[in-house]
Structures are given as structure tokens and as C-alpha cells.
């Protein structure tokens, strides 16, 4: 990459499922290149397909770079603070080691200029003057954000797929599967222990449970 004002976009996959990892992505370009991020096809993951998703980020490999980390079930039900509260401390782990200036970022808060004052005020004393703008929908609106989506849904997807190996197929993950939610209850059903991929701070996995509990005195 060459030498030149760094701009870095953020977004996350997977918040919602009560299966498998949540990704959080950072992703970064010089502030001249980030025409080439939309003529790459940077865009909302959610309004693309997999095979698409997979052609752009290879084409986003020549324009930029991200980071991202990968936060297991385990650790998610493990957090002690609210989702948002943590998924903001991720952003910000994510920036302090970041030689960005300026970062878009979907804001996981309708209201976004507070979102990012929460991160600004997570970040060391010495990243604290970074511009932030952190808005709603901002995947859609800002190709930088755009490109850590895509970037965040391919590797969740390739995660999930490796889960998959060894837990078979449990669909999508997401509470409104029945694909996910036979598969938690056929655990239940035989009054096992829920596997370590489950989210069981959920309340998919509560509900199933008192369900359960229910079927077994009916």
C-alpha cells in the first residue's frame, strides 16, 4: 500500500444467530483509492450473494486491507456487559492499532454521532483524535464500510462452513431458521448439554429450554 491519508470503514456479521462467531472487521484504504472500492463492488453484504461476496473481496485484495477478529459463542456469552457495549470495545481494539485517520462506521445505535463518541472514548489517549463518522446504514452508503462487510460476512461464512464439518448442518444460525432451531432442540430433546458453537445467553436458547421443559411435563 502506498503512502497516503488512510481512511478505515467497520462493520460486523453475525450479531443476531444464537450459532457459531460474530466477526467484527476493520478495513482500510488511502483516502484516493476509495473510488476503486466502489468500482470493485463494495457494497451492503446483505444485498449480495455468497459467490458475489467471494468475487468482490477478491478484487478489494488490490485496493485495500482489514483486520478483523473473531468472537466465539463462548466468548460472547461470557462478555458481562451489554452486546452493543462489547461490540464497541472490539471496534475500538480494532482502531488503536490502526494508522487510520479518519473511520466510517455502521453504527450499531440509531443515534450515531453518540455510537461514535462511545468509541472515541474506548480508544487510547493518543488515538482519540481520529475523525469518526458512525452512521446507520452506512454499509450501504460508504463503500469503505461496504468493503469491511463484505469482508466480515465471507470470513463468518467460512467459519460457519467449518463448523458445519463437525456439527453437521444447522442451517443459517439465526433464531428464525428451522433448520437452527431443530438442531437445538434435538439436543434438548435428549436433555444433552448444548454444544460450545451455541449462544446460550440467548434467548432463542430460553425459550426452547421453557419449551422443552414444558413438552416433557405435558
Not at 60 to 65: A, F, I, P, T, Y
Not at 157 to 174: C, N, P, Q, R, V
Not at 177 to 183: I, K, L, N, S
Request: positive net charge; glycine residues 10%; hydrophobic residues 40%.
Amino acid at each position: 500500500m502506498q503512502d497516503g491519508r488512510l481512511v478505515g470503514g467497520i462493520d460486523e456479521a453475525g450479531k443476531g444467530p444464537v450459532i457459531g462467531p460474530m466477526v467484527v472487521c476493520l478495513f482500510e484504504a488511502e483516502e484516493g483509492r476509495l473510488g476503486d472500492l466502489k468500482a470493485a463492488g463494495a457494497a451492503d453484504s446483505k444485498t449480495l450473494t455468497e459467490r458475489r461476496r467471494e468475487e468482490i473481496l477478491e478484487k478489494l485484495k488490490g485496493v485495500g486491507s482489514w483486520k478483523l477478529v473473531i468472537i466465539s459463542a463462548a466468548e460472547l456469552d461470557a462478555r458481562g456487559m451489554s452486546l452493543n457495549k462489547f461490540e464497541i470495545g472490539k471496534m475500538a481494539a480494532l482502531l488503536s492499532g490502526s494508522r487510520a485517520s479518519k473511520v466510517y462506521i455502521d453504527s450499531i445505535e440509531a443515534n450515531g454521532e453518540r455510537l461514535g463518541e462511545k468509541v472515541r472514548s474506548a480508544l487510547p489517549l493518543e488515538r482519540q483524535g481520529i475523525e469518526i463518522i458512525a452512521r446507520p446504514k452506512a454499509d450501504r452508503d460508504y463503500p469503505i464500510v461496504g468493503a469491511a462487510s463484505i469482508a466480515a460476512k465471507v470470513t463468518r461464512e467460512m467459519e460457519i462452513a467449518k463448523l458445519k464439518e463437525d456439527w453437521g448442518d444447522f442451517g443459517s444460525g439465526y433464531p428464525s431458521d428451522p433448520r437452527t432451531r431443530a438442531f437445538l432442540k434435538a439436543f434438548l430433546a435428549k436433555g444433552t448439554f448444548l454444544p460450545a458453537i451455541v449462544r446460550k445467553s440467548w434467548s432463542t436458547v430460553d425459550s426452547l429450554i421453557a419449551e422443552a421443559r414444558q413438552r416433557r411435563l405435558g
